[in-house]
């Protein structure tokens, strides 16, 4: 297929030309389609926003440049410039650049006809962020460049992108090489907890105080069915309050239409949801939890089908804490600074920014 973003090899143009699209690769920008929920649009915007804005930071971008979401690995990709680079999320990649190893979580230097290359994610974690020094400058749709696979807008004419494609990248000034400090990166599982704060229709409305417990505490498998629009969990009968839901339905996680948070864990009928940055605005099901702003980056890297997920309440004052820890992490400071070495990129450690 061919579209306006697609263009002829030249040595120094910006541009980025994708070889292996994999699963699902994906423009987005953090925090992408922001204030448009009464018109039917959750964000879009990276799942794992904490590896996603990473990346950017280590590439020398400002935060709302756009990158690439890359689902399960299994991605290639043509540089047809010098720029910057950083690679960021899921482990056992094996990520190359000509051939040589890549790490993650740190600035590498690109020139043209240079390829990246990396292997099916064997994980933990289960996406990869790409951020190249300028962004990818495809336009803005309702004010994001993000893809929101629902709606099929944004990004690269709505769609993931397509071997062939050639996105075109912003120009930059030259960026120092930096790195994530080991200390500050997020720790991936096959076995993750979530935060949540109750509601908006918990208990005792809702749910018993059994229902919660069980909420809380049970193990929940993450189904296969699981996207970019929300993670589904195994089906287990709750312990609910009422009988059914009145006029709005015959099964209790019924209720008349309501807006929906993002992460917001809705269930309908006996299926818990967690609603990604694709997902619904508004429905006639319960939303029996909210995660905290702080962990929806988990949401990007629990692999489904694999992965098991546990459900541990927080109050709102501890959601505020984590917030402000992960603020801390991704700040351009905590950045350690390393010297240049190498043809490609690779870096030594030097002094922090």
Known sequence: MNHGLRGDAHDE???????????QTTVQDHPGRTGLQARGFFPSGPVDGFAFRAANLLAGNDPRHAGLE??????AARFRCHARAALCGAEGAAPTLGGEPVPLW??????PGDELVCEAAKGPGFRLYLAVSGGIDVPEVLGSRSVHTLAGIGGVDGRPVLRGDVLPLGR??????????????????????LEVVRGPHGDPGFLTAEGWREFTSRTWRVDLNSDRLGVKLDAHALAWARPDGGVAGGHPSNVLDVSYPVGGVTVIGDVPTVLGPDGPT???YTVIATLAHACLWKLGQMRPGRDTVRFREI?????????????FALQRGRLERLEPAGPAGAAAPAAPV
């Open 13 to 23: 143009a910006p541009e980025l030309e994708i070889l292996v699209p994999g699963v």
């Open 70 to 75: 890359i689902t399960q690995g299994g991605f």
């Open 106 to 111: 740190q600035t590498f230097a690109v020139r």
């Open 172 to 193: 930059a000034a030259e960026a120092p090489l930096l790195r994530l400090p080991q200390s500050l990166r997020p720790a991936y599982h096959t076995h993750w907890e």
């Open 282 to 284: 508004s429905g006639g």
């Open 315 to 327: 109050s709102l004052a501890e959601a505020d804490a984590l917030a402000a820890h992960t603020e």
